[in-house]
């Protein structure tokens, strides 16, 4: 048994220094995003140079009400019909904390109440994945 907690622990950190490896790209994304955009128009013979997306901020506030019209549609998927997971619904909560666009000067506190709600919704369902394979009930009911 104690073997067998020893093993499920390297596996975990193994898996969470994988997925650490994926933040070291985080910031590039933008960068990859419009790269491909540019390589997709070369393919019909358009020629692009420059940051072609670099419009899409000033559309931040559509997106992100887009984002929040959708969390609340989650919401009343998993309150009514319960066809969507708790975990995946905080996750989304906590993207659209991460993502508010308005009071500029509260930037940080999004930030970090956003990032405290995904690292909350990590925690719990890797607790509640390892729970279920161990078998300890009282973690997942």
Known sequence: MLQRLK???????????????????????CHNLCTGFISLASLFGISLS??????????????????????ILMAFLHFKKHSVSR????????????????FKSLKIFYWVLGGAVLLATLFFFIREKYARKLNITYLYK
Not at 50 to 71: H, I, N, R, V
Not at 87 to 102: D, K, S
């Open 50 to 71: 420059g940051m072609p997306l670099a419009f899409l901020p000033a559309y931040s506030t559509y997106f992100w009400t887009a984002a929040l019209l959708f969390l």
């Open 7 to 29: 093993q499920k622990t390297l596996s975990l950190f193994g898996s969470a220094s994988g997925g650490a490896g994926f933040l070291g790209s985080v910031p590039s994304s």
């Open 87 to 102: 975990n995946a619904l905080t996750l989304n909560l906590g993207l659209v904390l991460l993502g508010i666009p308005f």
